[in-house]
């Protein structure tokens, strides 16, 4: 078993801040913001190719905003049309991603949850009070996710009044927190697209307004829908925000910035040039490990988050790097969630079986040829639910959001060791090619130089 990687089961240990093992994990692509939106309504985000993020954090949070915000204007536009609506029989399968908000999923995201921040309990005899759990999903969509989860979270709470459920993180997250503690939730799903906030807002009103008409319940429960760019700069965040959530949901969201490189890139990647560009900008500590976009993600999911809080990531991504990396988390666990346990398969991909022909001498024996057909079991599908445990000690915006990554990004040809005087272009004496070879020995070389150019 490789370093940093600890079996549990179902679950895994990815990463804690003592364990920095090397996993040798790809980033994987999911969706283009130069798409149309009729295209990608008809062509779901595939999560089965590798990438390379698009760099730039402007350039790449508008584009993406302005893409999901024409996409859900269009989809308000259409869902009223009678063709359309004849062809989306199933709205509620239409407005999910990944997986379906069965049952199961939710006692899984459930489980997940970290328990809440209890009030001091010095007084044991004072009169009962609430505790509240604040969940913030981003990235929601038209997703019906908080509202089911905020459903099944109540409708737990209610079903096990007296911790007498076995699961104790149920328990926790659900009943009454020790003799005098009640567990509020205060659900808050956001987007990026004010049109889709709006849908949502319309769509779950009246559940909403039912909480403000329940004033003899002990309990304070919230769904609201609100416009936010998780990717803007930390100090745009609103300021009522800021580390105040126990937990933060994302569904799809992390993976909608995980572009594939531009095809204008992978073109220049393979013609032959007179001099080695750098393709990124730096990020920190003159090295750049991730795009600004993912990093600035990164950076607000930390800053929205109170001390113990999580960030719960539900993809189809088993390997995810920025997260494995960034310092911002004290410990990352991997739970597997087999599709078909939970209720329901993958959306956006059909369950098919193969049927795998042998060899044989004699075509025209068609009874013996049906012998040697032999059908392939189902590919598994799977999705997969990051837990990240947030430390508290990191200072987004001033500490090294990825401290324990190895430079391998392209330098430029004037780059020059401040010990030795000598340039990257002098250093390979102006070989081309093999970028990340050199982009490894230039680094052992700034490490390891005594300021001569016989350590070259």
Same mark, same amino acid.
């Not at 906030?197 to 004033?215: E, G």
């Given at each position: 078993?490789?370093? %940093?990687?600890?079996?549990?089961?179902?679950?895994?240990?990815?990463?804690?801040?003592?364990? @920095? %093992?090397?996993?040798?994990?790809?980033?994987?692509?999911?969706?283009?913001?130069?798409?149309?939106?009729?295209?990608?309504?008809?062509?779901?985000?595939?999560?089965?190719?590798?990438?390379?993020?698009?760099?730039?954090?402007?350039?790449?949070?508008?584009?993406?905003?302005?893409?999901?915000?024409?996409?859900?204007?269009?989809?308000?536009?259409?869902?009223?049309?009678?063709?359309?609506?004849?062809?989306?029989?199933?709205?509620?399968?239409?407005?999910?991603?990944?997986?379906?908000? @069965?049952?199961?999923?939710?006692?899984?995201?459930?489980?997940?949850?970290?328990?809440?921040?209890?009030?001091?309990?010095?007084?044991?005899?004072?009169?009962?009070?609430?505790?509240?759990?604040?969940?913030?999903?981003?990235?929601?969509?038209?997703?019906?996710?908080?509202?089911?989860?905020?459903?099944?979270?109540?409708?737990?709470?209610?079903?096990?009044?007296?911790?007498?459920?076995? +699961?104790?993180?149920?328990?926790?997250?659900?009943?009454?927190?020790?003799?005098?503690?009640?567990?509020?939730?205060?659900?808050?799903?956001?987007?990026?697209?004010?049109?889709?906030?709006?849908?949502?807002?319309?769509?779950?009103?009246?559940?909403?307004? !039912?909480?403000?008409? #329940?004033?003899?319940?002990?309990?304070?429960?919230?769904?609201?829908?609100?416009?936010?760019?998780?990717?803007?700069?930390? !100090?745009?965040?609103?300021?009522?925000?800021?580390?105040?959530?126990?937990?933060?949901?994302?569904?799809?969201?992390? #993976?909608?910035?995980?572009?594939?490189?531009?095809?204008?890139?992978?073109?220049?990647?393979?013609?032959?040039?007179?001099?080695?560009?750098?393709?990124?900008?730096?990020?920190?500590? +003159?090295?750049?490990?991730?795009?600004?976009?993912?990093?600035?993600?990164? #950076?607000?999911?930390?800053?929205?988050?109170?001390?113990?809080?999580?960030?719960?990531?539900? @993809?189809?991504?088993?390997?995810?790097?920025?997260?494995?990396?960034?310092?911002?988390?004290?410990?990352?666990?991997?739970?597997?969630?087999?599709?078909?346990?939970?209720?329901?398969?993958?959306?956006?991909?059909?369950?098919?079986? @193969?049927?795998?022909?042998?060899?044989?001498?004699?075509?025209?024996?068609?009874?013996?040829?049906?012998?040697?057909?032999?059908?392939?079991?189902?590919?598994?599908?799977?999705?997969?639910?990051?837990?990240?445990?947030?430390?508290?000690?990191?200072?987004?915006?001033?500490?090294?959001?990825?401290? +324990?990554?190895?430079?391998?990004?392209?330098?430029? #040809?004037?780059?020059?060791?401040?010990?030795? %005087?000598?340039?990257?272009?002098?250093?390979?004496? %102006?070989?081309?090619?093999?970028?990340?070879?050199?982009?490894?020995?230039?680094?052992?070389?700034?490490?390891?130089?005594?300021?001569?150019?016989?350590?070259?």
């Amino acid at each position: 078993m490789e370093e %940093g990687l600890e079996e549990q089961g179902p679950h895994e240990v990815l990463r804690s801040t003592n364990r @920095t %093992g090397g996993l040798n994990w790809s980033t994987l692509d999911v969706f283009d913001p130069e798409d149309s939106v009729e295209e990608s309504r008809a062509n779901p985000p595939n999560f089965e190719y590798e990438s390379e993020p698009i760099i730039g954090l402007s350039e790449t949070a508008s584009r993406t905003t302005q893409f999901w915000e024409r996409y859900y204007t269009v989809e308000e536009e259409t869902a009223s049309s009678s063709s359309f609506a004849s062809q989306q029989k199933d709205s509620s399968s239409k407005e999910e991603w990944i997986l379906q908000d @069965t049952p199961a999923v939710l006692d899984t995201i459930l489980d997940a949850l970290p328990p809440p921040r209890s009030k001091s309990q010095s007084n044991q005899n004072s009169m009962p009070t609430t505790t509240v759990m604040r969940i913030l999903e981003i990235g929601c969509g038209t997703s019906r996710l908080s509202r089911s989860l905020l459903e099944h979270l109540i409708w737990k709470r209610e079903h096990n009044p007296h911790n007498n459920n076995n +699961n104790n993180r149920i328990d926790e997250a659900t009943n009454h927190h020790g003799s005098n503690q009640f567990v509020s939730y205060d659900m808050t799903a956001t987007d990026v697209s004010g049109a889709c906030i709006q849908r949502n807002t319309q769509r779950d009103l009246t559940y909403m307004d !039912s909480f403000l008409s #329940d004033q003899e319940s002990p309990h304070r429960d919230k769904l609201c829908y609100e416009t936010l760019d998780i990717v803007g700069n930390v !100090s745009s965040l609103p300021q009522h925000m800021l580390a105040r959530y126990n937990c933060i949901l994302d569904k799809g969201c992390l #993976d909608t910035f995980l572009y594939r490189a531009s095809s204008s890139e992978r073109k220049s990647r393979g013609n032959t040039t007179t001099t080695m560009t750098p393709r990124a900008t730096t990020t920190h500590s +003159n090295h750049r490990a991730y795009p600004p976009v993912l990093l600035s993600l990164l #950076d607000n999911v930390h800053s929205l988050l109170n001390e113990g809080g999580r960030y719960i990531i539900i @993809t189809p991504r088993g390997k995810i790097k920025s997260v494995r990396d960034f310092a911002g988390f004290q410990h990352v666990q991997r739970i597997c969630i087999d599709a078909h346990q939970v209720g329901k398969g993958l959306l956006g991909h059909e369950t098919t079986t @193969t049927t795998a022909t042998s060899n044989t001498q004699n075509d025209t024996n068609k009874k013996n040829d049906d012998k040697k057909k032999m059908e392939m079991p189902q590919k598994k599908e799977v999705a997969y639910m990051h837990i990240c445990t947030v430390n508290s000690k990191y200072r987004p915006q001033k500490d090294d959001p990825f401290p +324990n990554v190895v430079n391998t990004s392209l330098q430029s #040809d004037t780059t020059t060791c401040p010990k030795c %005087g000598i340039t990257f272009h002098a250093y390979r004496n %102006g070989e081309l090619g093999k970028e990340t070879y050199w982009s490894r020995r230039w680094n052992g070389h700034m490490t390891h130089c005594k300021g001569s150019s016989e350590d070259q």
